[in-house]
């Protein structure tokens, strides 16, 4: 067990805090496992300062990726940084490396992490420099697998994304100006709407809408700890975003659409997903929305209930 760090730890975190002032993410990176190959983990805190807290071993952690209710969160500690950003790789990791690439170009002088919660047992180093991975056992569900992400949120504003989205300009400062709003719950670009809680449809334009969309939605750091994030019996991403957005507004909350400078390519998971097995799960996560918000009309801008025989 390794007790104080030494001088030479010390200087490496030093030296790691100066690179990520400077916003030279390789070296930061590159120092950072030199500190981990020391025995030590760097949590950077308010300030820019830090703090240096030792590794267990891994004969106390045991080798290879971790169950997602095995990761540690830090939602319960001050948040550090201004945003946090999360992805899930379920696969097509140079999609969320182009995202990140993409976010980081412009987040102006914003304290910024960027967390990837991974299923494939990709190289971590594939997402860029300064991301914290997050392994998590074959086999986890969409749901779970953001959760373990979500656990590791450092910033005031959380944003969860897709891969198939990237940044063309600012989409830190709107967020950030309707998450002020605390009568705001999530807000994100795309946004959709319903009459009757059977068929969604996409939001008119800016504004309050029925449910934000999970290619990009956003929310205070404090609300996600209250909601507890998504419902992990959502093993495939299809209506988990509209179950969360319901959760947020029945505490009296809006979720609300914000036009964002934001190109979206292919959504991977959907397009190479056996048509027959999308069906089904989207069936079956949709049945599972309904049991729990059938009759919430409240929670509908425009609700025109089925007549009922």
């Known amino acids: 067990m390794i007790g104080v760090p030494t001088p030479d730890v010390t200087a490496l975190a030093d030296a790691r805090a100066r690179a990520r002032a400077e916003r030279d993410f ?45 990761v540690p969160s830090v939602l319960a500690d001050p948040a550090t940084d201004d945003v946090s950003a999360h992805w899930v790789s379920e ?6 490396a182009r995202a990140i690439a993409s976010f980081r170009a412009h987040e102006g002088d914003r304290r ?8 494939t047992g990709a190289d971590p180093t594939t997402f860029g420099p300064d991301v914290e991975v997050v392994s998590l056992v074959e086999g986890t569900g969409w749901a779970a697998a953001a959760n373990a992400g979500l656990r590791r949120a450092t910033g005031r504003i959380v944003l969860v994304m897709d891969g198939s989205i990237e940044a063309s300009g600012d989409v830190f400062g709107p967020l950030e100006r309707s998450l002020a709003d605390v009568e705001v719950g999530i807000a994100g670009p795309f946004g959709i709407v319903t009459h009757d809680l059977r068929q969604f449809d996409e939001a008119p334009g800016p504004g309050p809408c029925d449910a934000i969309e999970g290619y990009c939605m956003a929310m205070r750091r ?14 495939w991403y299809r209506t988990a975003d509209i179950e969360l957005s319901f959760r947020v507004k029945d505490r009296g909350l809006r979720t609300e659409v914000v036009g964002l400078p934001l ?32 009759d919430r009309w409240d929670l509908v801008l425009d609700p025109r209930p089925p007549e009922r025989p």
Request: proline share 7%; charged share 35%.
């Open 91 to 96: 696969g097509w990791p140079d999609d969320v």
């Open 112 to 119: 910024v992490r960027y967390v990837v919660a991974d299923v």
């Open 263 to 294: 190109v979206r390519h292919e959504h991977r998971m959907w397009f190479e997903t056996d048509p027959a097995d999308r069906a089904k799960w989207s069936k079956r996560n949709f049945y599972r929305f309904l049991d729990r918000w059938r």
């Open 26 to 70: 390789t070296a930061a990176d590159a120092l950072r496992d030199e500190l981990s190959a020391a025995g030590w983990a760097v949590i950077d805190e308010p300030g820019g300062t830090w703090r240096l807290v030792p590794v267990p071993d891994e004969a106390e952690t045991g080798e290879g990726p971790l169950a997602p209710h095995d």
């Open 222 to 235: 404090d609300l996600l700890a209250a909601v507890e994030g998504f419902d992990e019996k959502f093993r």
